[in-house]
């Protein structure tokens, strides 16, 4: 039987259509399930974060800060585990305690590249559609860990034919990492490098731009009347960025609309391969395993 990895079309893009195509015709992003996913959750992102709850939905004022929150998939971890570095640069140096440590999961965190990173084996092999849309594979914006920090990746899956995983490297040594089950330890966002290639950045004078040099001048007075009140009412807040251009032929956006995850996998139940039992003593800095 054939591949379907290896059999599937790949269409090439043309850069001056690359925003067309991307607006107006589907665009697939497959995930292959190589492994045990049944557990495993991959949803578009939220607006919402829990920090930014907390602080009196102040921070929702930011339009750029929710869109970046919303612009992808989340991936979350379907376990909850603590992880421990002991400083050492080496491979294994990492410990790691599982909520349950006969669960199917104890292979999926491992320390493999060393130098106090957390290693997140994935479930599945991801695969374009179209020649030059890569995938950034990165933490998810403005989620906050204590002393971890995700790193990020830029991968080709419109030719690989294999895995990546997701990693966060630990700051402070015999420090404690925890994830809880349902954190968001991964987020994908798909990506155009030749667009990225093609840009020229230009430093200019505004007296070159005479309309945009006269509407800055004017916001910028205004903010500073603004920020110099600090009783300023909620109705005073000036809203420019939210309400968008003047000009209602460019496309402004408030929020992101992402489509659902369409699973096809008639699924049976999955077989659990116990691994060794796995405690660990934070207090006394011990490891121990039992079979």
């Known amino acids: 039987m054939t591949n379907p990895v290896e059999s599937q079309i790949v269409e090439e893009i043309d850069l001056n259509d690359v925003p067309n195509i991307l607006t107006t015709s589907p665009y697939n992003l497959t995930l292959y399930q190589v492994g045990d996913d049944s557990d495993w959750i991959i949803e578009q992102a939220s607006s919402k974060r829990n920090w930014m709850s907390a602080n009196n939905d102040h921070a929702y004022r930011c339009l750029p800060l929710t869109m970046a929150n919303q612009a992808g998939w989340i991936i979350r971890l379907p376990f909850s585990m603590t992880a421990i570095w002991n400083g050492n640069q080496n491979r294994d140096t990492v410990r790691f305690e599982l909520d349950d440590p006969l669960n199917k999961y104890w292979m999926v965190p491992s320390n493999l590249f060393g130098n106090g990173i957390i290693t997140f084996n994935l479930p599945w092999l991801f695969r374009a559609e179209r020649k030059g849309v890569n995938l950034l594979v990165r933490g998810c914006p403005n989620f906050l860990k204590t002393n971890a920090t995700p790193l990020e990746g830029l991968v080709e899956i419109d030719w690989v034919p294999f895995t990546f995983t997701m990693n966060w490297k630990i700051q402070d040594w015999n420090r404690p990492v925890q994830f809880t089950k349902g954190d968001p330890i991964g987020f994908i966002q798909p990506m155009c490098v030749d667009i ?29 009347l603004l920020n110099n009140d600090p009783m300023r009412p909620r109705s005073e807040w000036q809203k420019f960025y939210h309400d968008g251009p003047k ?11 992402l489509k659902k995850v369409i699973d096809t996998i008639a699924r049976r139940p999955a077989k659990v391969e116990s691994g060794p039992q796995i405690t660990y003593d934070v207090h006394n800095n011990i490891i121990s395993f039992k079979d």
């Open 196 to 224: 990225i290639e093609a840009t020229q950045l230009q430093v200019k004078h505004p007296r070159e731009n005479p309309s945009l040099l006269a509407e800055y001048t004017k916001w910028n007075r205004m903010r500073k």
């Open 247 to 257: 000009d209602k032929s460019i496309k402004h956006r408030t929020k992101i609309i």
